[in-house]
């Protein structure tokens, strides 16, 4: 893994995007990457670790260059003050799972990874869907999340307002319980979704009757108005839970 200001300034208008051929051919030279290759990048919400820049390819073979991007899209600045530590990554045979083990072994995190883009010049498209990436991870999380793992929710990172208005429409009369009450009902929706739609299993996790479960569930079909049998209505819920989980505010 590689840094310093030289580094820095020939992944910069990379990594900005809409650089030119000749540019792109440029900074290839001085880096030492191909122009064409498995790359993906990397954006970080906190410091990037000492041991992450240290020199060489990885266990995996990738290599590793890293940057700080400034700027981004309005949502990227909002939720991340100031420049971001961002990485160009030529992927070694495992791709950008390994990538992202790489980075949670190192204690990394908030992060998001991009998908694989094929040439140096795709890198500013890929900073921007890795900045995507990590604004779908919890607050104070130490995710690192690839993005194409976290499709609907980047797709509701991505349209703030839509999301406001998602939350608003299908939690509404959630939202107006207390704390304490909300909380209990959003657990259970999680552990039951995560139990794969069991009600059994999510009591064991929960440590309540599977008579408990039942009945918060039917609780929250009602404050809602939507049913859990109802494929597009359970989607409806899932999306709201995702907003929900990304907000600032404990559920």
Do not use: K, Q
């Not at 990037?48 to 390819?57: I, K, N, R, S």
């Not at 909002?78 to 990554?89: L, N, T």
């Amino acid at each position: 893994m590689r840094r310093g200001t030289r580094y820095g300034a020939l992944l910069g208008p990379l990594l900005a995007g809409g650089a030119t051929p000749d540019l792109v051919t440029r900074a290839a030279r001085g880096l030492g990457l191909p122009e064409r290759g498995r790359y993906a990048v990397v954006v970080l919400g906190t410091p990037v670790p000492d041991a992450a820049v240290a020199e060489g390819p990885d266990v995996d073979g990738a290599r590793w260059w890293w940057g700080t991007a400034e700027g981004g899209s309005p949502g990227e600045v909002e939720a991340r003050e100031g420049g971001r530590e961002v990485a160009v990554v030529l992927l070694g045979p495992a791709g950008p799972a390994r990538a992202a083990a790489r980075l949670r072994e190192l204690g990394a995190g908030p992060g998001g990874v991009s998908p694989v883009v094929g040439s140096l010049a795709e890198l500013g498209a890929a900073r921007r869907l890795a900045g995507t990436a990590l604004l779908t991870c919890e607050p104070g999380s130490r995710e690192i999340v690839r993005l194409d793992e976290r499709l609907p929710a980047a797709l509701l990172v991505s349209r703030p307002e839509l999301s406001t208005r998602l939350l608003a429409e299908v939690f509404g009369p959630l939202l107006t319980l207390v704390p304490a009450e909300r909380s209990l009902l959003v657990e259970t929706l999680e552990a039951w979704l995560e139990c794969g739609g069991s009600v059994g299993r999510a009591a064991a996790r929960l440590g309540c009757h599977r008579n408990t479960v039942f009945n918060r569930l039917r609780r929250l079909e009602r404050l809602t108005a939507r049913s859990l049998s109802r494929p597009r209505e359970l989607v409806d819920l899932v999306l709201a839970l995702d907003v929900l989980r990304l907000s600032s505010a404990p559920p």
